[in-house]
């Protein structure tokens, strides 16, 4: 099983507003992603945690917060965001093999539009 | 620095024509390459990698990928397109940092499939 679950699938946010997505795997990796893509763009990376720690902060503002609480789960924590803002989310993960490079598996990714 | 280029940005082909997406990488070490494909909407599915080893691979849905050196590119290929590979594919190269590392994606080529 290679599957990455995210909810929600869409969501609607006023800026002034929190809310949170939540990534789940159950292939018992240790690194977990988080990317954000823009229309028509490849995905950028945001958050890596390695091992339930941070391990690569892609200088992403503070109104965007993650979250590890275990091995399974990725949270990613929203508040007073910017239109501009609305974007896929898209959540991965894998094993960590380092110094080698191994597949990521992506979940569905979550619509956000931030109104 | 690493980088990838697909330098098509649309391809368009009739069903059943053989498909070729190029994709061009810069990076100093051996590179861990793959390449994604993405339906409008949808998460990134894996479809092959190439990490060492035969340097023809073969991923799914009938795709393969040729990795040469010398000319520091691994395009993508499959003998017969059918209506349903109309999606955009990213070709990526994994790219280590510190403890962990990231996918550096291409910019993406959307496809086309006339029926």
């Known amino acids: 099983d290679t599957e990455v679950t995210q909810t929600p699938k869409h969501l609607v946010m006023g800026m002034t507003n929190k809310k949170s997505l939540k990534c789940e795997q159950h292939m018992g990796h240790r690194a977990m992603y988080w990317y954000k893509q823009k229309a028509k763009k490849p995905p950028e990376l945001m958050f890596v945690y390695s091992y339930e720690k941070l391990s690569i902060n892609e200088s992403v503002p503070s109104r965007f917060s993650p979250e590890c609480p275990n091995s399974s789960l990725l949270n990613l924590h929203l508040h007073a965001l910017q239109p501009e803002d609305s974007a896929l989310y898209l959540c991965a993960s894998s094993q960590v093999v380092l110094p080698m490079i191994v597949t990521q598996y992506f979940g569905p990714g979550t619509r956000l539009l931030v109104l | 620095a690493q980088s990838v280029t697909q330098p098509d940005i649309h391809i368009t082909v009739s069903e059943g024509a053989s498909l070729e997406l190029r994709c061009n990488y810069s990076?100093?070490?051996?590179?861990?390459l793959f390449w994604y494909v993405q339906s409008p909407g949808q998460g990134l599915q894996l479809l092959l990698k190439?990490?060492?080893?035969?340097?023809l691979v073969q991923g799914i849905k009938g795709f393969e990928a040729e990795f040469k050196r010398s000319q520091s590119s691994f395009n993508l290929r499959k003998p017969s397109v059918h209506w349903s590979d109309a999606a955009e594919y990213f070709c990526a190269v994994g790219a280590t940092m510190d403890s962990s590392y990231k996918l550096i994606f291409g910019s993406g080529t959307r496809l086309l499939v006339r029926p």
């Open positions: 990076y100093g070490a051996t590179p861990y």
């Open positions: 190439y990490f060492s080893g035969d340097t």
